[in-house]
């Protein structure tokens, strides 16, 4: 792995170093390229895969178009955050279970006041949910199932009796962005986030509760009418961010965005 941005006279030295191929950066680097920002909390950043074309999955899912640099990536900004904020079609569609404590983190999340593993916070309007998954049933943290205050009662038991936490973030049935942002960190989750789908990044983004996007340009193309990184509600205006890191391996390009 390589540095491209910023560019300064170490990272110039370090690639002359190592050559046009880089090299495989441990957890204890990527984790410090990846530090959370030091300021006002909470912090929710996204973390997304899109094709040079701009599909965000193949098939339905991301890991066709991703490769093992952007899984250790993945790993570290799971590793860093105190939870995971992830739409209930994503949970769905991309089998999710409960995130796993890692020991090359474990001091660190100690001394950083964190549990073991990040908790899971699903966003579901309907509960349209599999209780029974190892993500609400065996959890190394219990999962939370943000959702909204008209949310069926017999959905909210049904979650609560598998183990699940249930946090209302929203006057109806659905969530509203922000609410869920500031209920989370009323929990003492400041360092979040989401790793999508689409649709509930479209949300956050329409919300302007995104702080920053971690997003890998994979080298491929897919063509066809694969979804974007985001969807859903349009804005106003559109959302300026800007560019803070930049590393590539393989081809694959690791780009961090935060607000301009």
């Not at 936490?165 to 922000?178: C, K, N, S, Y």
């Amino acid at each position: 792995m390589r540095r491209l941005f910023p560019v300064t006279d170490v990272t110039d030295e370090t690639a002359a170093a190592e050559g046009a191929a880089g090299r495989e950066w441990s957890l204890a680097e990527l984790a410090a390229a990846y530090a959370y920002p030091e300021g006002p909390a909470p912090w929710l950043r996204g973390n997304m895969v899109s094709t040079l074309d701009g599909a965000a999955q193949h098939e339905g899912r991301s890991q066709p178009i991703s490769c093992p640099a952007d899984m250790r990536v993945f790993g570290v900004l799971r590793a860093l955050a105190d939870a995971v904020v992830v739409g209930a079609e994503t949970v769905r569609q991309e089998g999710y279970r409960p995130a796993r404590a890692r020991a090359g983190f474990a001091a660190a999340r100690e001394a950083a006041g964190q549990g073991p593993a990040p908790a899971i916070a699903v966003v579901s309007a309907s509960l349209d949910l599999d209780f029974s998954l190892p993500l609400f049933s065996s959890p190394l943290v219990p999962t939370l199932v943000l959702t909204g205050a008209g949310a069926d009662p017999e959905r909210v038991a049904a979650a609560e009796k598998a183990g699940a936490r249930v946090v209302v973030a929203g006057e109806g049935a659905g969530v509203d962005p922000a609410r869920a942002v500031h209920a989370l960190a009323e929990l003492g989750h400041t360092r979040l986030l989401t790793e999508g789908g689409p649709r509930l990044l479209g949300q956050l983004i329409a919300a302007d509760v995104l702080d920053e996007l971690c997003l890998t340009v994979s080298p491929m193309l897919t063509a066809g009418e694969a979804q974007r990184i985001a969807g859903g509600p349009s804005v106003t205006l559109p959302r300026r961010f800007t560019l803070s890191s930049m590393l590539e391996e393989d081809g694959f390009l690791f780009t961090r965005y935060r607000r301009g």
